[in-house]
């Protein structure tokens, strides 16, 4: 028998669509740049497995990783230093170690809805439970601050936020961040930050809780803004408390990053943005493209999403998310149904720009024609 607390979640809904369909099929689901990593990245791996940097490394990662991280960050606070760094295997193992760091048995964590799939699992995961919030539409996809208030309780431990939002693309106001920061700091709360693609911004500007790491924990991941997913690597930021807090949940669950990856990002931040600076265009016109196409099938309505890499479109057809997907997946293109990321997402799905605007193109001439079939 396998314990109740693996049993109590399930598979992810995204991944269930990738498997019903073959290779050949159109990719319209996965949050993955269909760019490869800089040249000079590569080159530093094969250098690095050249060089004999295949042993295991320091727990919380290389020193000049994490000083070369904390001076990127920087250009949201001055007095991130790379005691505050911690390397990790991506985004992913950085929020579990800080859920099974910081979560009791009772605890209640405030998580976005519609939201990143791991957000819930998660906290259930570590005994605690999840309370959603909700993400509207109608305001932006911006968390409600009002709604927050209301939901904390003396048992809330942890508000999770991610901006740019997974799936939703919506991206947090200087307003609205500074109302979360005034309520960690009124009621002792952690705010838990997922900043990943906080490099893919179109309209307006990200704003880090770096600002803030004595009752804020960032999570961040070099798989988007270098373009290296299957790497898995990434890091999170928080003050020297927390660091030495979450480095034995670290330790426990990996050891220690790997070491010639590490040594490869490293070689590759510097340039990172001039990487960037030729990406994040090529996906603003995706963007457009794909915004217009969907709202050119009827029943959909989509607003421009200001950040991340996904549309996600509302639609009026009469079945639940995951019909609808599987629907469109039985015709060879992948997208992910909304109700994948909690019950509020339902009646949405999501749909990735991180391919090609041919690839774009040909898939959602695939969703009209389902969608009119239908």
Known sequence: ??????????PSGVR???ELVGGDAINLGLGEPDYQPPGVAKEALKEALDMGMNKYGPTLGLAKLRESIAEYLHRYAG??????IAVTSGGTEALMVISQSLYDPGDEVLIP?????????????????????????????????DEIQELITDRTKAIVVNSPSNPTGGVMSRETFEALIDIANDRNIWIISDEVYDNYIYEGEHHS???????????????????????????????????TQLSKM??????CPPTPIQHAILTAMPSMNEFL????PVFDSRRRKMVSMLNDIEGFECIQPAGAIFAFPSYTMDMCSMDLAKEIAKRGVICSPGAAFGPRGEGYMRFSFAASEEDIERGLTVVRDVVESL
């Open 1 to 10: 028998m396998f314990s109740k607390r693996i049993t109590s979640v399930n």
């Open 16 to 18: 269930e669509i990738f």
């Open 79 to 84: 007095s991130v230093g790379p005691e505050n």
């Open 113 to 145: 809805e519609p939201g990143f799939v791991l957000y819930h699992p998660h906290a259930v995961l570590a005994g605690a439970r999840p309370v959603s919030y909700g993400l509207r539409e109608e305001e932006g996809f911006q968390p409600d601050v």
């Open 209 to 243: 809780f770096c600002e803030n790491l004595e009752r804020s924990i960032v999570v961040n991941s070099f798989s988007k803004s270098l373009a290296t997913t299957g790497w898995r690597i990434g890091y999170l930021a928080a003050n020297e408390e927390a660091i």
């Open 250 to 255: 670290h330790y426990y669950t990996m050891a």
């Open 277 to 280: 600076k030729d990406v994040v």
